[in-house]
């Protein structure tokens, strides 16, 4: 069973600052998506990276897929009060739908 | 284009009880999945549909059973409803991995 820790599991951080989260495993994935939940809601995808070593950017957010697809971390540049919610990564394999998801990160941001 | 709909939004029962939770994928995606979140954790795969097949099974107990319809439609039936079923219960469709899937907002099932 494939594992995906996050960190930190809690961040809060001034208006204007810049984060990064990080997921990890110590298997493979074939792919890994990024996910934004805010209370009561399902999670709504923000990425999905498949090559080992790939960046995506979505506005204000940079995605980066480990050279040997067992991480990935987002970053955040000048975060926003609307950037707050929990972020999760989660992998799935060829040939199999099911996703795993990490554990979560909590992020907070302060106006 | 409507999103993934979820049916009820909340519901309570009582433990012994069973339930079903219902689920409408986006027009066009004939992969319906489920997972079950408990609060403070990511969400957990219970099931996965494909074409009106079971695809994927999670690390749940037989109490716990699906089935998607002609029209790609899923329900979820817990029945014998313990207190640690309590969650929140996520469908999400898909056209296929890895293109990400688009989850509803969710049942939040409590059972006391």
């Known amino acids: 069973t494939q594992l995906l820790e996050q960190s930190p599991q809690f961040l809060s951080i001034q208006e204007g600052e810049n984060l990064t989260v990080y997921c990890n495993s110590s298997s493979v994935f074939s792919s890994l998506q990024w996910y934004r939940q805010e209370p009561g809601e399902g999670p709504v995808l923000l990425v999905t990276v498949v090559t080992g070593g790939e960046v995506k950017k979505l506005k204000r957010l940079t995605f980066q897929f480990g050279d040997a697809r067992k991480d990935s971390s987002l970053h955040i540049t000048a975060a926003q009060p609307g950037d707050t919610g929990l972020y999760l990564c989660?992998?799935?394999?060829?040939?199999?739908?099911?996703?795993?998801f990490g554990t979560g990160t909590r992020l907070t941001i302060i106006p | 284009d409507a999103g993934v709909t979820q049916s009820p939004t909340h519901l309570i029962k009582t433990r012994g009880q069973q339930v079903t939770l219902r689920c409408s994928p986006i027009s066009g995606h004939k992969s319906v999945s489920w997972y079950q979140q408990v609060l403070g954790q990511g969400p957990q795969f219970i099931f996965q549909?494909?074409?009106?097949?079971?695809?994927g099974r999670g690390n749940f107990p037989d109490r716990f059973s699906a089935r998607q319809f002609p029209n790609y439609s899923s329900e979820l039936n817990v029945n014998a409803l313990l207190l640690g079923d309590s969650a929140l219960y996520l469908c999400a469709s898909s056209i296929g991995q890895p293109y990400g899937y688009t989850f509803g907002s969710g049942t939040r099932l409590t059972v006391v």
């Open positions: 549909y494909y074409e009106k097949e079971e695809r």
């Open positions: 989660a992998s799935s394999n060829f040939g199999n739908e099911k996703l795993t």
